[in-house]
C-alpha cells in the first residue's frame, strides 16, 4: 500500500504544477470532483507507472470509467480504545469527509480515484489502493445504498465492508487478517470485530502496521 501512496503523492505533485497558472476550482459535486480526477488519471499514467496504480496495460487507462462511490466512515484509535461491551458501537463512528470510486475497465476494477470534502468544495485526493478496492468491491452489494460503507480503522491500516440494518452493523472482512479471527468474505457483528481489536488497541506502540 506504502507503494500506491508514494506514487499518489508524486502524482498530486505533478498536477499542481501543471496547474499552477489556471488552478481548477473544486467542484460542487463528488462526481464532477471524480471525472476531473479521470482526466487527471488519464494524463499522468505512463508506460512506467502504470502497474502501479493497478493497471494491466497503458492502453487501458483510455478505457477506464468511475464505478459507484462508496462512503468511508473511520473508527479512530481512542474510540477503540474506549470500547467496552455494551457500548453502542455506532457511537465510535466518524464520517470520513472522502469518498471512494472505484476505476473499472470493461466492468473490472482497476484500482480507485478518492475524492475528498474540503470547506471550497469537493476535489481528487489520492489514486491507487489497487488491491484494496478490488477486494471492497468484491464483497459490496451494489445496490445497498447508503445502507452499506467502507468502515476503515486507520491506526491499523484495515478496511471492512460495513452493513447497517434497522440499528445493527456487521462488518465483512475483506482479506485474511491474522490480527482478527474471522475469514474473508463472512459477516460478523462489529461487536465481535471491536471485542478483539481493543486489546490490540491497548498495546498499540504507534508504528506503522
Known amino acids: 500500500m506504502h507503494r500506491y501512496m508514494i506514487l499518489t503523492a508524486f502524482l498530486l505533485a ?5 496547474q499552477r497558472e489556471t488552478p481548477k476550482p473544486p467542484s460542487a459535486q463528488p462526481q464532477e470532483a471524480g471525472s476531473s480526477a479521470m482526466t487527471i488519471l488519464q494524463k499522468l499514467v505512463t508506460e512506467q507507472n502504470y502497474r502501479s496504480l493497478g493497471f494491466e496495460s ?6 477506464a470509467q468511475l464505478g459507484q462511490p462508496m462512503a468511508v466512515s473511520n473508527i479512530a484509535l481512542d474510540k477503540l480504545k474506549s470500547y467496552r461491551q455494551g ?3 455506532n457511537t465510535l463512528l466518524a464520517a470520513s469527509p472522502e469518498t471512494i470510486y472505484p476505476v473499472t475497465v470493461r466492468g473490472s476494477v482497476r484500482t480507485s480515484v478518492t475524492i475528498v470534502h474540503k470547506e471550497a ?7 491507487g489502493n489497487a488491491e484494496i478496492v478490488k477486494a471492497l468491491v ?17 491506526a491499523f491500516n484495515m478496511y471492512y465492508v460495513a452493513r447497517r440494518v434497522e440499528n445493527r452493523l456487521t462488518v465483512i472482512p475483506i482479506v485474511e487478517d491474522p490480527r482478527v479471527k474471522a475469514k474473508a468474505g463472512e459477516p460478523i457483528p462489529v461487536e ?3 471485542d478483539q481489536l481493543r486489546p490490540l488497541a491497548d498495546s498499540y506502540n504507534g508504528l506503522p502496521m
Not at 14 to 18: D, E, F, I, R
Not at 58 to 63: F, I, T
Not at 121 to 127: I, R
Request: glycine share 8%.
Open 58 to 63: 497503458l492502453d487501458e487507462v483510455k478505457e
Open 192 to 194: 465481535t470485530l471491536l
Open 14 to 18: 505533478a498536477v499542481g504544477c501543471s
Open 87 to 89: 457500548t453502542d458501537a
Open 138 to 154: 468484491r464483497y459490496r452489494q451494489p445496490d445497498a445504498g447508503p445502507n452499506e460503507f467502507v468502515l476503515r480503522i486507520p
Open 121 to 127: 468544495g469537493y476535489e481528487p485526493a489520492s489514486f
